[in-house]
């Protein structure tokens, strides 16, 4: 299957913050890609759909000036945590569709974020 | 309606048996009905996937059985392994949009 990268997979800040999840996709091209946080036993829950060139689309409920959204290229998303706090200490998730006409949507490995 | 449904919340299963997770859904629109499997601290990896058009899909020990009429689908796991115990997840989408995922099965294969 097609491959996903995230970057940092783990990282620890401080409360105040700010903190920036890369994605990637690294043997095709991704038009589109998805940010999901997972609380510990749960499910994904879909934040935002990132779109190369063109503003991001949020989910209801979710903050778009503190988690900022920023498709630069069609294999680069990064998700922005600013002034972070405990709460938002989460799995980050991203994914992305393979192409237009196949629906396989592949995940990467996840960013656990801790704040103190 | 969006909503997906899984059942059930927690499956324990001796190794060789069959697992069987279910998933029901709302929204007659979804037309790519996809299954993962996620590891403890890991991203969950496409495990096997179909669409409305075919009533079965078999890949290896994995099979998604399919029934439009009831907008109900489910994943069959044939000689189920320690290795296979992990959390499922069964998700629902229309065209090549955001997935709508159902809440999870952890599956846990016993000796």
């Known amino acids: 299957g097609a491959v996903v990268s995230q970057h940092p997979s783990w990282v620890i800040c401080k409360s105040g913050t700010s903190v920036k999840i890369e994605c990637r996709s690294l043997?095709?091209?991704?038009?589109?890609m998805f940010w999901y946080r997972q609380f510990p036993k749960q499910s994904l829950m879909l934040m935002a759909t990132s779109n190369e060139g063109s503003k991001a689309t949020y989910e209801q409920g979710v903050e778009k000036d503190k988690f900022l959204i920023n498709h630069a290229s069609l294999t680069l998303s990064t998700l922005t945590v600013t002034s972070a706090h405990p709460e938002d200490s989460s799995f980050y998730i991203c994914?992305?569709?393979?192409?237009?006409?196949?629906?396989?949507?592949?995940f990467g490995p996840g960013t656990r974020l801790t704040v103190t | 309606q969006q909503q997906v449904k899984q059942s059930p919340q927690s499956l324990i299963v001796q190794k060789g048996g069959i697992s069987i997770i279910n998933c029901a859904y709302e929204n007659t629109a979804f037309d790519y009905f996809p299954w993962y499997q996620q590891f403890p601290g890991k991203g969950p990896a496409l495990l096997i996937a179909i669409r409305p058009d075919v009533s079965e899909k078999k890949e290896g020990r994995f099979t998604i059985s399919f029934n439009k009429s009831a907008k109900q689908f489910s994943l069959h796991i044939m000689d189920s392994q320690p290795g296979d115990s992990a959390t499922y997840f069964c998700?629902?989408?229309?065209?090549?949009?955001?997935?709508?995922f159902g809440t999870g099965t952890r599956l846990t294969i016993i000796p």
């Open positions: 994914s992305a569709p393979l192409d237009r006409r196949n629906y396989e949507q592949y």
């Open positions: 998700a629902a989408c229309f065209g090549n949009e955001k997935l709508t």
């Open positions: 043997d095709f091209q991704a038009t589109t």
